[in-house]
């Protein structure tokens, strides 16, 4: 007893003093550098008090790396007015900055410091030309042209955007020429590579069918004006956009079946072959509706199999209110696992992936992991499997914020929007017989950490130093950039498959990445793919290398086809460029097509 | 002491209640409750109506505890409006004032199952499970086999993946009426959680057979059949699924639903009025309740509860009966039921209803003391004894309880039972002056005379108190006189009158003695002061009159006696009437006799009762007229009836008068043989 509570004040005493968080009462996970790192977004989401829907929703955030120069830059999404003609003098909480509101693009120029990379952002947003000023929601970043530049695909209430990186630090619309724009809600994309052809496809997930003119007054069980639920609007359909090779997309949702399934209020999408057969499917995380599980038929055809597969409701047979939505492969059985995160009085829910090839099953085991109880009082939205502290296993992390004033404070004058609720890591460690369960970490994900409307969570190694930090956007509030202090204590693998092309190399997104080690299980991780909520995240893997040693690496691309390559060197990160490696025998003959 | 609570500008800042314990409460707890503070609930931007609802409701705890808790009844009240406060904020969704509220309420009536059912209820919805499961399983020791408590913890227990426990509880629900489809599907969640789809298959199944309307139940048998390999029983399944759950009775989750419409205002703002005596208003609230929500069992309890305020006895167990019509489980209304007619003196009622409470909630103490209540006095004393019996099993220490269960074996005709009962309640308690008396009447009922008089004798030397001293000096006289020790009963009789002048049997007792001693002109003296005492007693006229009969008053006698006769409804009148023939038939004072007049008295009374003793009479009163003829016929026939009755102790003196009339001999003064 007493030498748990010498252990509780050392640890409060280091986190005075350098302000990391703990997951318990030795282990750092993050550092918050968003000043240092010179990060001065805040989002701003137009609030007038006329509670409009989009209002309470909030944005996301993209790493990627723009200019090619080997680490991750950032993209935020802005916010902006809604009605009232543009009357910004209307708003609840004043707009400070130049008019109009627009998402920012910031690069990282990493700088040596002490012996680590120190990350600055800079905000390059007018230099790169992008003039995003709609009502913003979410962002894919993704080579969508096959030029080997990574452009954007930004997600707006109204027309959506596909901002063509030009590959000289700026960025040109190509929203008509590519045939993007879809002028629906929409939250989150997916761009990957669904028909095998190697270039990466839109599969756009859409919410409500909104519009200031539809605006409900909605009210709660006490008669207080309230943000609405979803249910108080009809959801809007989603949409698959197939890319031809050069950044021009058909609109192959009735084609692909998509039409055929119950629209769902969708805010979250993943990419990743979900159910072994080596096909990238899809999973789109439906809000108060069940979530869909689109399984690839290698044939041009998605079939929705939620419902049959398990994954669609929770074990008391229910529809949740999913936001975000995270794969990976949490019990080390080798498949991708799910996790969705959901309303407050709604646990998140964890899908243990029990799939055979061709053959989706899916189990809820979120009590058995017990993540049932510490979700419960919050709403989260963005979230990702990270090994937050780089032990090799899959950890959660999951950003909060209501998105009612019922499940947050009633508002005043003063706190005119108080949906502010603590971010929570969940640690995982073993369970009974062998089995995996999730700790929360008892600082949250950053000790001290003041409390915002979080949405959005973007997951990637921005100062490159071998562990996964995080980019979390808050609603009506500032981004904010958390370095992991976890992966420089050990060595570290990291690899970026890479589609090689004429004109550049290529991210790849939705492929499986197996590190076989010997004497141990492989360390399976997705890379790319999207997840989260309105996200898009680092599509390079990183794992931690001090404990088995590494024998190869094995890279399962979208078109079926695999590859092998000898363990990189340690504390860097190599490409993997597909063709380059090994083509692992065994799957060549049935590869689909 | 009372404990008033200051409240700050009028906002209801229950923090105070921090420090705050119930002084009043300590008849069933030893440990007095620390209420928990109620965080503050901010209603702007609420609606009116639910604002003035709550408002109100918020009013009146806070009247309750400005008042403080002096008695238990207060105690009781403020744990009421704590609970009807808990409700209230549970309905409004207010949750942590709601779990606040409901741990005071049930703090306050930690006997009251619907303040830890809903406490539960509240910790569930805010994800706090261990609490919940505390919460349940304290109200399941108060309502071992209520359906809705066993699921609710089996399903907490689910969520906890504590899947052993949440098996035992809905193993245990199976049985019980309402749960069965609940509990199936329940086992059919655990044995699929641990990996047992065919169990899980077997308990859907059986679940969708128990209510075929929760079709929602179509998709995990679905996913078992996936589980277990079948893909074309899985689809056919999906495709039946629906939205419909799996529905358990939970009449309580049920009713506090009422509280946020309508029906919750209305009855709300009756209750203030009650709160405040205005019962008219009160009563006029709650009939519009009923009007408007004839199906709300709350608005006829509400109603009968403002009626019988009123004192409209007969009016308020009509309303409990029609809110138990709606609600026939209702534990509350039961006992509210079974108080009434017990106060009505309808006791098989009373205990038809308090049977039916503790049945559904054996760890209801209240209504296992109302239902012994019932049954005393209904003379099943025995039974009323096991009542308390199970009463005390709840409250193992209570004095009053094992008094009573004593009272009750003594009335039962189970007197070492109750004696030992009194002995312990010594043991346990000290020296008890009221339990020394009744040791000493139970010894004296058990034929123990020596040691009834030690326990008398002990209360004496204890010296007790008037009342009770006069009781203990009585008893001793009784003894001595039953012992034919007159001269040694005398003085605790005079004792026990001293003590307690009013005592008209240490009157009648003395009077017996002094006339077992032969002084008779004392002894009638003592029977008039009983006389006097309770001119209604007949016993004591009869004591006076045989007294001064014995002295030789023959002539006061008869006058006494034709007075007596003329009084209207005279108890005892034949007895009077008798003597009256036998002292004009057979007084030794010449001017008292009037043969005719005996004759005519006791041929009079043969014809209304032909009793040996009125045979007799008429047969004295031949001989006085000198019909000795008669005499000795009415006097043959007499002994031929006593011969044939088995009656030998009457026949030596019946045949010593027959000799008497057949020497044509009247008979003097019999009634001093």
Not at chain 1, 153 to 173: I, K, M, P
Not at chain 2, 39 to 55: F, H, K, M, T, Y
Not at chain 2, 73 to 99: N, S, W
Not at chain 2, 248 to 271: H, N, V, Y
Request: overall charge negative.
């Amino acid at each position: 007893m007493r030498a748990r509570a010498a252990g509780i004040a050392v640890s409060l005493a280091s986190a005075v003093l350098s302000g990391p968080a703990r997951a318990g009462e030795n282990e750092v996970l993050f550092t918050d550098a968003t000043r240092s790192a010179g990060l001065d977004f805040r989002h701003w989401n137009g609030m007038s008090g006329h509670l409009y829907y989009p209002e309470v929703v909030g944005a996301g955030a993209a790493l990627f790396d723009y200019d090619n120069d080997g680490d991750l830059d950032l993209y935020l999404v802005q916010g902006n007015l809604l009605g009232n003609e543009g009357d910004r003098t209307s708003a609840t909480t004043p707009w400070t900055g130049d008019w109009p509101p627009r998402d920012r693009l910031y690069r990282n120029d990493l700088e040596p410091s002490d012996g680590d990379a120190a990350v600055r952002f800079v905000d390059v947003t007018e230099e790169s030309g992008i003039a995003a000023t709609g009502y913003g929601m979410g962002v894919v970043a993704a080579d969508l042209d096959n030029d080997g530049w990574v452009d954007l695909y930004v997600l707006n209430l109204g027309a959506n955007q596909f901002w063509r990186n030009e590959g000289d630090g700026t960025f040109s619309d190509r929203t008509e020429a590519s045939g993007t724009g879809d002028p629906r809600w929409s939250v989150a994309a997916a761009a990957a590579d669904y028909d095998g052809d190697l270039d990466l496809d839109l599969f756009v997930v859409n919410y409500l069918n909104f519009s200031l003119a539809t605006h409900k007054t909605c009210l709660t069980e006490r008669g207080e004006v309230d943000y609405c639920l979803p249910s108080a609007y009809q959801p809007a359909p989603d949409a698959l956009l197939v890319n031809d090779g050069s950044g021009r997309f058909e609109d192959a949702t009735v084609a692909a079946g998509l039409a055929a399934a119950r629209p769902g209020n969708g805010l979250g999408i993943l990419a990743a072959d979900l159910d072994g057969d080596r096909r990238l499917d899809f999973y789109v995380a439906n809000d108060l509706m069940p979530n869909h599980l689109w399984l690839n038929r290698g044939n041009g055809e998605l079939v929705e199999d939620g419902l049959i597969s398990g994954a669609a409701l929770n074990a008391d047979g229910e529809a949740e209110a999913s936001m975000g939505v995270a794969a990976g492969d949490y019990d080390g059985d080798g498949d991708p696992d799910l996790f969705l995160t959901h309303f407050h009085r709604e646990t998140n829910t964890l899908y243990r992936n029990d799939s055979q090839p061709g053959s989706a099953q899916f189990r809820d085991r979120t009590n058995a992991t017990d993540l049932g109880r510490p979700s419960w009082d919050a709403t989260a939205f963005g979230t990702a499997f990270v090994d937050l502290d780089n032990d090799g296993w899959l950890d959660l992390a999951a950003v909060n914020g209501a998105v009612t004033f019922a499940a947050g404070r009633p508002r005043t004058k003063d706190d005119p929007f108080p949906l502010d609720q603590p971010n929570q890591a969940f640690l995982n460690v073993a369970g009974d017989a062998g089995g995996r369960r999730f700790e929360p970490a008892a600082a949250g994900l950053l000790d001290g950490e003041t409390p915002f409307v979080s949405r959005g969570l973007a997951a990637g190694d921005v100062d490159n130093d071998g562990d996964t930090d995080l980019v979390i956007t808050n609603n009506n509030g500032p981004a904010r950039l958390l370095l992991n202090q976890t992966g420089t204590e050990g060595d570290w693998i990291g690899v970026a498959p890479v589609l090689g092309a004429a004109r550049g190399r290529r991210p790849a997104s939705g492929v499986t990445v197996r590190v076989h080690r010997a004497g141990a299980p492989p360390l399976v991780r997705l890379a790319g793919g999207g997840g989260s909520y309105a996200s898009w995240g680092d599509p390079r893997v990183t794992v931690p290398a001090g404990g088995p040693k590494v024998d190869r690496i094995e890279v399962q691309w979208t078109d079926g086809t695999t590859e092998e390559w000898p363990a990189p060197q340690p504390r860097a990160y190599t490409s993997l460029v597909r063709g380059s490696g090994e083509r692992s025998g065994e799957q060549e003959d049935d590869a689909p097509p | 002491m009372t404990k008033p609570l200051r409240l700050q500008d009028g906002a209801l800042i229950l923090a105070l209640l921090a420090q705050f314990a119930v002084a009043g409460l300590h008849a069933q707890d030893a440990a007095t409750p620390t209420l928990v503070p109620v965080p503050e609930v901010d209603l702007r931007g609420v609606d009116e109506a639910v604002r003035d609802q709550i408002d109100q409701q918020r009013g009146l705890l806070e009247e309750a505890l400005a008042r403080g808790t002096e008695t238990d009844a207060d105690a009781e009240q403020l744990g009421l409006l704590f609970g009807d406060a808990g409700q209230l904020y549970l309905v409004y969704d207010l949750l942590p004032a709601a779990r606040a509220c409901l741990t005071n309420a049930a703090a306050l009536q930690p006997r009251n199952f619907r303040w830890r059912y809903l406490l539960g209820s509240a910790a569930e919805h805010l994800g706090e499970f261990e609490e919940a499961v505390e919460a349940y399983d304290l109200a399941r020791t108060l309502r071992p086999d209520d359906p809705a408590t066993a699921i609710r913890l089996g399903r907490v227990h689910l969520e906890l993946g504590r899947y052993e426990e949440a098996r035992g509880h809905y193993q245990h629900a199976l049985a019980l009426p309402g749960s069965a489809a609940a509990a199936h599907f329940g086992l059919g969640r655990v044995a699929f959680e641990t990996e047992d789809p065919t169990t899980a298959l077997r308990h859907f199944q059986t679940a969708l057979r128990e209510q075929p309307r929760a079709d929602s139940l179509h998709y995990h048998i679905a996913l078992a059949h996936r589980a277990l390999g079948d893909d074309a029983a899985m689809r056919a399944a999906m495709e039946l699924r629906g939205d419909a759950p799996v529905a358990f009775a939970d009449p309580i989750a049920a009713e506090i639903k009422e509280s946020a419409t309508g029906i919750g205002a209305q009855l709300l703002l009756g209750r203030v009025a009650l709160a405040a005596n205005a019962f008219e208003t009160a009563e006029e609230r709650f009939r519009e309740a009923v009007r408007d929500y004839p199906e709300s069992a709350a608005a006829k309890r509400s109603l009968a509860a403002a009626l019988e305020g009123m004192g409209r006895r007969a009016e308020a167990a009509m309303w409990y009966q029609e809110a138990l019509n709606l609600n026939p489980n209702d534990v509350g209304l039961l006992f509210r039921t079974g108080l009434l007619y017990n106060s009505e003196g309808r006791y098989q009622a009373a205990a038809e209803r308090l049977r039916r409470a503790v049945e559904i909630e054996p760890s209801f103490g209240p209504g296992w003391v109302e239902l012994a209540r019932s049954l005393g006095e209904t003379g099943d004393h025995l039974e009323a004894a096991e009542a308390l019996t199970r009463a005390l099993e709840l409250a193992p220490d209570d004095r009053n309880l094992r008094f009573h269960r004593a009272s009750n074996y003594r009335l039962g005709d189970r007197r070492e039972l109750a004696l030992r009962e009194f002995e312990s309640l010594l043991a346990d308690f000290g020296f008890d002056r009221e339990i020394v008396l009744l040791l000493g009447r139970i010894e004296q009922e058990l034929g123990r005379p020596a040691s009834a008089a030690r326990r008398f004798e002990q209360l004496v030397e204890a010296g007790a108190e008037p009342p009770l001293l006069s009781q203990a000096h009585f008893e001793l006289g009784n003894i001595r006189t039953r012992q034919e020790r007159y001269e040694e009963a005398l003085p605790h009789y005079q004792r026990a009158i001293a003590a307690n002048p009013t005592l008209k049997e240490a009157y009648f007792n003395l009077g017996t003695a002094l006339g077992r001693l032969g002084m008779f002109t004392e002894a009638a003296l003592a029977a008039r002061r009983a006389l006097e005492l309770d001119p209604g007693d007949s016993r004591a006229r009869a004591a006076e009159v045989t007294a001064l009969l014995l002295a030789g008053e023959d002539a006061r006698v008869r006058l006494m006696l034709e007075q007596t006769l003329e009084l209207p409804d005279q108890g005892g009148s034949g007895f009077f009437a008798v003597l009256l023939a036998e002292v004009l038939a057979a007084s030794e004072d010449d001017s008292v006799r009037d043969g005719a007049m005996a004759l005519n008295l006791a041929r009079d009374l043969f014809q209304r009762a032909q009793t040996p003793a009125h045979g007799a009479v008429v047969a004295l009163a031949y001989a006085e007229t000198g019909d000795f003829e008669q005499a000795v016929a009415w006097q043959q026939r007499l002994i031929d009836n006593l011969e044939r009755a088995g009656a030998g102790a009457a026949l030596p003196d019946a045949r010593e008068r027959l000799a008497a009339y057949q020497a044509g001999r009247p008979i003097r003064a019999p009634w001093r043989r």
